[in-house]
Structures are given as C-alpha cells and as structure tokens.
C-alpha cells in the first residue's frame, strides 16, 4: 500500500494528471495498452471504440486525440474530418494510427495533426503524443 501512494505522490509531483487523451482504438487489448502506457506518463486517458465519438470529444474536450485509422464500424480518418471541421474540436490535435501503407496520405487528407504506423514503438507513441499535448492551445 505505502509503495503504491509513494507511486503516486511520485507521479502527481513530477506529471501531473492534467492533459486529458482520448483514444479511439476498436481493439480492446490495444486500447487498453495504449491507455495503461499513456497513464504511465501521467495522461488521463478516456477510450472510445467506434467512429461516431464526436459526442464524446465534444464531452471530455481532451487535449488529443489518437485514433485507429481502421475501426469495426467505419473510418477513424471520418472521425479526424469531423474533429477538425467542428467549431468545438477544430484545434485538438488528432494522431491517426493504423497498419495502411499509404497512412501518411491518409492522416493529410483528413486534416490529421501526425500519423504514426501500426506497429509502433511505446517511445514512438509517447514522444508523439508529448509533443503534441505540450504544443495544444
């Protein structure tokens, strides 16, 4: 119990809670991964499984998204066009993933912030995310 709260308290003082991801990730094992990995980092992190996630963005109002190109019920690069058309949403960047090879042409034609290809580095990931949640307005 003692070495949980000294975890903790380590992580409140050197990285706090306060940026908020929302990942779009229709594979349960892999959203819960990259969550457990996001939180690792400090990131409070909400999950959605499907495309129609606008409302949810438009709810938790994070401070990123990173979403799966690829989802059971449509496209994560729908979602990404919804984000940046929205007046709410326009400025959260969003991070498209997927196993496409033409993923890069994808995430521009979407308006995606950046793109990162399935598979992925955990560095890869959190260094992308970082960089993206510290330049977000």
């Known amino acids: 119990m003692i070495v949980l709260l000294s975890k903790f308290v380590y992580l409140l003082k050197t990285k706090p809670m306060s940026k908020k991801i929302f990942v779009v990730e229709d594979d349960s094992d892999l959203s819960e991964a990259i969550q457990i990995v996001l939180r690792e980092e400090g990131y409070c992190t909400v999950a959605s499984l499907d495309k129609n996630s606008i409302k949810g963005v438009i709810l938790h109002m994070p401070d990123l998204v990173l979403v799966d190109n690829k989802l059971k019920d449509g496209f994560g690069s729908e ?28 995430a521009k034609a979407c308006g995606a912030d950046a793109w990162l290809s399935k598979p992925f580095e955990l560095t890869a990931l959190t260094n992308l995310v970082g960089h993206y949640v510290k330049h977000a307005a």
């Open 79 to 106: 979602l990404c066009r919804a984000i940046k058309q929205h007046p709410l949403t326009s400025h959260i960047p969003v991070i498209l993933i997927s196993g496409y090879p033409d993923l890069a042409d994808i």
